[in-house]
């Protein structure tokens, strides 16, 4: 069956553009999540979505991002006015329910210039 | 803070052999944990996990070893081959967190 995709695979961009980045999870997964990973660590936490709502913002690093999931499935990460500390891979994860395994997408590589 | 982290940031291996990848956490609230494989521009790959409630389990090749006593958990690869290498992660959760605190990883690098 599809796993988890995302797109763009990679966006380069110029300090202080409009990003986003989109994550279509396994179908009827009700739990959506962000992480970053940058180069030699482990994905840390950004956002959790259950259902169309955002049950833990918590990780989000300040108020240039932003993600919504209007429908209860597809997901976008927007970023605005990106900064060069920006630049790492975004990726996305989903779970049948909340506390189950969450199986991740190939995640988007951002490089911001 | 509390975190969940790696002994080992390297283990290189022969084809054939075992591999035992550690990994050390400190939060005792933790009640779920599962290592994935990440392969070089790949996502993480889910392997294997385990709830605070068993000691072992085993899947097809691995076994994850949870000691709650040492807060210390193992993945053991049984006959590493040339594709088991990647970046193995543990990531741990607790009741009532949906969300995965993962340690930084350690690279296996198995030669034929």
């Known amino acids: 069956g599809a796993g988890v995709s995302q797109t763009p695979s990679n966006k380069v961009t110029e300090k202080g553009k409009y990003v986003e980045l989109r994550c279509d999870p396994i179908?009827?997964?009700?739990?959506l999540y962000w992480y970053r990973q940058s180069l030699g660590q482990g994905p840390e936490f950004l956002i959790y979505?259950?259902?169309?709502?955002?049950?833990?913002d918590s990780g989000l690093p300040n108020d240039r991002f932003f993600a919504v999931r209007p429908e209860g499935s597809v997901s976008t990460l927007k970023i605005q006015r990106t900064e060069r500390g920006d630049s790492a891979v975004y990726l996305c994860?989903?779970?049948?329910?909340?506390?189950?395994?969450?199986?991740f997408g190939p995640g988007t590589r951002l490089l911001v210039l | 803070g509390e975190s969940v982290g790696l002994h080992l940031p390297t283990l290189s291996v022969q084809e054939g052999d075992n591999s035992i990848i550690n990994c050390a956490y400190s939060n005792s609230a933790s009640d779920y944990f599962i290592w994935y494989k990440q392969e070089s521009g790949k996502g993480p790959q889910f392997i294997i996990d385990?709830?605070?409630?068993?000691d072992k389990r085993q899947g097809q090749r691995v076994t994850v070893l949870l000691n709650k006593t040492v807060k210390h958990l193992s993945l053991q690869i049984a006959a590493t081959q040339p594709g088991d290498s990647a970046v193995y992660f543990c990531a741990e959760s607790r009741q009532g967190y949906s969300t995965l605190t993962f340690g930084k990883g350690t690279m296996l690098l198995v030669s034929p």
């Open positions: 179908s009827g997964h009700t739990a």
């Open positions: 994860a989903s779970s049948f329910a909340p506390g189950e395994t969450q199986y």
């Open positions: 979505f259950q259902g169309t709502g955002a049950a833990d």
């Open positions: 385990i709830r605070s409630n068993m």
